[in-house]
């Protein structure tokens, strides 16, 4: 029984800063990698981050280059997705998910879901 749990969504002003925390629970090692993924309103969910539990590999989309960070807590199953320099059009509903690898998270083929938190930048 795999458990994603993601916190951290708010409201923030344009050129802010806010952290998400994603706490994962009840799976094996088969699953490696952490991805966080975003959707806005009549938009398509896309991918922000990856990191692999593995060996610490990760992946941002070009959008969040430079702004964001995705690290990780293994003795605590929890990855954390710093998100610097907020723009309005970051906002959306962030969610976090475990699957088996990088490829899995970057075509969003993930096992198990977050229930997703609501990240709001607007002035």
């Known amino acids: 029984q795999v458990q994603v749990v993601e916190s951290g969504g708010g409201l923030v002003q344009p050129g802010g800063s806010l952290g998400l925390s994603c706490t994962a629970s009840g799976f094996s090692s088969d699953l490696t990698a952490i991805g966080w993924f975003r959707q806005a309103p009549e938009k398509e969910r896309e991918v922000v981050s990856c990191i692999s539990i593995k060996d610490g590999e990760t992946y941002y989309r070009d959008s969040v280059k430079d702004r964001f960070t995705v690290s990780r807590d293994s003795g605590k199953n929890t990855v954390f997705l710093q998100m610097n320099s907020l723009k309005p059009e970051d906002t959306a509903v962030y969610s976090c998910?475990?699957?088996?690898?990088?490829?899995?998270?970057?075509?969003?083929?993930?096992?198990?879901w977050g229930q997703g938190t609501q990240v709001t930048v607007s002035s």
């Open positions: 998910a475990v699957g088996y690898d990088m490829i899995a998270c970057l075509g969003q083929a993930m096992d198990t």
